[in-house]
């Protein structure tokens, strides 16, 4: 992982600031969106990696849920938090020793990934992700993004996030049509708070 390791941004990342901030800075309601609007079915098997919380499985339909976060109280946290036996939890990187025992998935989400992680470990993650989708299965993900003649508070709150490989377009697209050759971007500027979100849906 690339990222600030200060003390601040450890307490930042503990489950309740986290939550707190997300939605404060209207990251919750953004993903939410980006759920309701690509997960409609139900039973659909879901693979999450850097879930934190997991707080996107409330809104999800019912599902087959596997999170992987790094983040011991984030993974503690979604455990205690949500017991359905359809969701699994790891606290650990995904690696190429997981693919054995998981099963093949509908959907796998990145959200807030891609930018915590130089191109290597970035190529290394969306191949095992690629290994473990269904044909015509989809991916999602959504990180900050530099612009230009971007906001200016959009800009120093994205130059001080946590993870230290924020991309520019061109770069996160180049990225991942290594692996997925169908990818469709958009660029959200939000203005309150300032912020800049790009996402992407890509089929394999």
Not at 179 to 191: D, G, H, I, L, P
Request: hydrophobic share 35%; proline share 3%; charged share 30%.
């Amino acid at each position: 992982m690339s990222q600030r390791t200060n003390i601040l941004h450890d307490f930042i990342n503990s489950p309740q600031i986290y939550k707190i901030i997300q939605k404060i800075m209207s990251g919750t309601s953004f993903r939410k969106k980006i759920i309701k609007e690509n997960i409609k079915k139900k039973n659909l098997k879901i693979l999450d990696i850097g879930c934190g919380p997991a707080e996107i499985i409330d809104f999800m339909p019912e599902c087959i849920y596997y999170g992987y976060d790094i983040d011991k109280r984030s993974i503690d946290y979604a455990k205690k938090k949500y017991k359905n036996k359809n969701y699994k939890f790891f606290c650990k990187e995904f690696k190429s020793s997981d693919l054995k025992r998981l099963p093949y998935f509908d959907y796998v989400i990145l959200f807030g990934i891609l930018h915590h992680l130089n191109n290597k470990q970035a190529k290394n993650v969306l191949n095992l992700c690629k290994k473990k989708m269904k044909k015509n299965s989809i991916l999602l993900t959504e990180d900050p993004i530099l612009i230009k003649n971007q906001n200016i508070v959009a800009k120093f709150l994205i130059k001080s996030d946590r993870g230290t490989n924020v991309r520019k377009k061109n770069e996160y697209i180049d990225l991942l049509k290594t692996y997925f050759k169908n990818c469709k971007s958009k660029v959200t500027k939000q203005f309150f708070i300032p912020y800049t979100w790009f996402t992407t849906v890509c089929k394999k």
